[in-house]
């Protein structure tokens, strides 16, 4: 009751011009999750990203499909891809990498020596980038049947997590064995196990704090304004509407954008393994009301970049109100934080309570008109 309500006091008024800008086309919109739930139990969301890649080898549709595993390197969380062609590798690469990847160098030559037909998963400009290749590339092209864009607010250099993998160390009294950015319901929680046997759980926040100020974003998102993956065939985020929080099982938002995307969708839920329910653009869209717009805005990055030492340049010509301002340098401030040598080593010592603060108020500047 209470988190339809505010989900009613939150809900915005979105124009079919700003729903243009924002999402790009589509053709159909769902609310969906995985039947199995073997399959939603590491995912990210609802799982349906995995059920979808599951079904479709097993329809024979695609015979492989580029996925993105967390490895730990010299003790620290590393991600790659690689071509998953079986179910057990599918749910060894669920749930989201919240940390840089070499997309292009990596994925490409795998897909190349890959014999057979792929769907490729990807952040926005990972499939953004691999649309231009497959434009000039026709073996590429017929070998990448699908496309799947996860949606995105930014991602993060590899020194956050690092950040985070030492502070538990310290916790566990262990070295990292193994690390999971999130799982379970609503925002879920981190998994660490160490080598003496200890494992940690914590509220996903203990590393989203920093991520959602940007401490240590990656910078390619200072220019970047495709929160939901315009060039995708079907593209996946969560819903954050509260009135989802007190469902038992986390869902899916999947915007299925192209003919081939319609086709997976279909072939995929033919072996009734995805639950699936319409949504309404409005749905995805109030779940992202402050991260979406902030990031479509280049504008506002683009007029705070020159005080703190970037170039961005302007390619959405978006109005700049003065808490756009603020929250973009906000945003920039904390990566040129992140960035300097001298005094980089305070911001995991910060005081929780203040980055809370921190975050409220930007969170607060976003929700202003
Ligand atoms: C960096 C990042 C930022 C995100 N930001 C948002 C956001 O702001 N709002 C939002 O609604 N959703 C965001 N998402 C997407 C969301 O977290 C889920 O990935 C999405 O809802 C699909 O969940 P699922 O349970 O259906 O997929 P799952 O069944 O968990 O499958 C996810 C698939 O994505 C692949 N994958 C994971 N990480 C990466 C990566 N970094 N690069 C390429 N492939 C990867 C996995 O290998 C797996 O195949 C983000 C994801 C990432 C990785
Ligand atoms: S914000 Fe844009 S550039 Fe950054 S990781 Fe996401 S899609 Fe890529």
Redesign the pocket.
């Known amino acids: 009751m209470l988190n339809q309500l505010t989900d009613r006091l939150l809900k915005k008024e979105w124009s079919e011009e700003t729903i243009e800008q924002l999402v790009g086309d589509y053709l159909h919109l769902y609310h969906a999750y995985a039947e199995d739930p073997q399959v939603r139990r590491n ?9 979808l ?1 599951i079904e479709l080898i097993k329809a024979g549709e695609i015979d492989g ?1 580029l ?3 967390s490895r730990i390197e010299a003790g620290k969380v590393r ?1 790659h891809f690689t071509i998953a062609t079986t179910e057990q590798e ?1 749910l060894e ?6 940390v840089e ?1 070499a ?1 292009m160098k990596e994925a490409l030559p795998l897909i190349r020596e890959f014999d057979g037909r792929v769907a490729v ?3 926005p400009c ?1 499939i953004t980038n691999l649309r231009r290749w497959l434009q000039k590339d026709e073996v590429l092209a017929v070998k990448v049947r699908l496309t799947i864009a ?4 930014h ?1 993060s250099r590899t020194q956050l997590v690092d950040g985070i993998t030492v502070k538990l160390e310290n916790l566990a009294g262990g070295k990292l064995q193994s690390y999971r950015f999130r799982r379970g319901h609503w925002r879920g929680q981190l998994e660490a196990a160490f080598d003496n046997g200890a494992t940690i759980q914590k509220p996903f926040s203990y590393f989203s704090l920093y991520q959602n100020l940007f401490f240590y974003s990656e910078k390619k998102c200072l220019v970047c304004h495709d929160h939901f993956g315009y060039q995708a065939d079907i593209s ?3 819903v ?1 509407a509260y009135r989802f929080k007190d469902d038992p099982i986390k869902k ?2 999947v915007i299925v954008r192209t003919a081939a995307g319609e086709e997976a969708w279909s072939a995929a839920l033919q072996s009734q393994q995805i639950n699936s329910t319409d949504l309404d653009i409005t749905d995805i869209l109030d779940g ?1 009301a402050r ?1 979406a717009p902030y990031h479509y805005n280049v504008s506002a990055r683009s007029r705070v970049a020159h005080l703190l030492g970037y170039k961005v340049p302007d390619k959405t010509n978006s109005q700049v109100s003065w808490h756009q301002w603020l929250s973009a340098f906000m945003a920039l401030f904390n990566m040129r934080w992140s960035e300097n040598k001298r005094w980089q080593g305070l911001i995991f010592k910060l005081p929780r309570p203040i980055l809370k603060l921190l975050l409220y108020f930007r969170k607060g500047l976003e929700s202003l008109p």
């Open positions: 995912a990210a969301s609802g799982g349906v990203g995995s059920a890649l499909a996925v993105c595993n991600a599918i690469a669920q749930g989201s990498k919240y990847t997309f998963v990807g952040l990972d996860l949606v995105c607010g991602n996946l985020g969560d954050w899916t938002g992202q991260a």
